[in-house]
């Protein structure tokens, strides 16, 4: 009888002890699953980016910076390893890659000053190691709302290297040969004749010529 007893309290002592140890922080595997993957803000903005570079190009969020870059050549042992242990505690938000042979076009960062969740300030390791291998990079102030008219022109200027497109102008644009400088001699022309020369060059205007024949390109 007593055996029997000793080993149910010595098997109740061993279950509080399991317990105890998995509810103890040095238990090797604290995890639970999170609800999301991104939070809303980076899930907006990802597809807004998406939605702006276009079918082209993939963009691949929470990238390690050690990922993009590496070591140069003929550094010492100990700089190379202060700088990779440096790029790998470093994650960047978005990365452009081409779609079809995943070379990497640039980097994007979001920064919110009130901290809710992002960088508060600019990373000078980040930006210095994204310098000095000459990979394209913006960093964009998270806000409430952005259009992907914004964001595309932000990338095209800073990462993709091309000019934002002018602004189209609405209306008829009257064809240059079609407009005469005015004498220096003649000064400020009468209602009567600012009425009549509007006419004349209305009729101009409509008039159909034909239109002239372009010449070869050259070779």
């Known amino acids: 009888m007593e055996l029997i007893l000793f ?3 010595s098997l109740i002592v061993i279950v509080a002890l399991l317990a105890s140890r998995l509810n103890d922080s040095s238990f090797p595997f604290p995890f639970d699953s999170k609800a999301t993957v991104f939070t809303p803000a980076e899930k907006n903005f990802q597809n ?3 939605q702006a570079v276009g079918g082209k190009y993939r963009v691949i969020n929470r990238v390690k910076l050690s990922d993009i870059v590496t070591v140069r050549k003929g ?12 790029a790998d505690n470093k994650y960047l938000d978005f990365v452009i890659c081409e ?7 640039g980097v994007i960062d979001l920064v919110d000053t009130q901290g809710r969740g ?3 300030k600019k990373d000078w390791f980040v930006s210095g190691a994204l310098e000095a291998a000459s990979i394209p990079h913006v960093r964009i102030k998270v806000k ?5 008219n914004e964001i595309r022109a932000c990338i095209n200027s800073r990462i993709m290297g091309k000019v934002p497109l002018s602004p189209k102008v609405k209306g008829k644009i009257i064809p240059a040969p079609l407009i005469r400088d ?12 600012a009425k009549a020369n509007a006419l004349e060059l209305a009729n101009k205007i409509n008039t159909k ?4 024949q372009m010449a070869a390109l050259p070779h």
């Open 209 to 212: 010529t034909p239109a002239p």
């Open 118 to 120: 992002y960088k508060l």
């Open 144 to 148: 409430a709302n952005y259009t992907v």
């Open 7 to 9: 080993a149910m309290i």
């Open 48 to 50: 807004l980016v998406e």
């Open 99 to 105: 779609r079809d042979s995943m070379k990497l076009l």
């Open 75 to 86: 550094v010492s042992n100990r700089a190379s390893q202060a700088a990779v242990t440096n």
């Open 182 to 193: 005015r004498s220096k001699n003649i000064g400020a022309m009468s209602p009567t004749a």
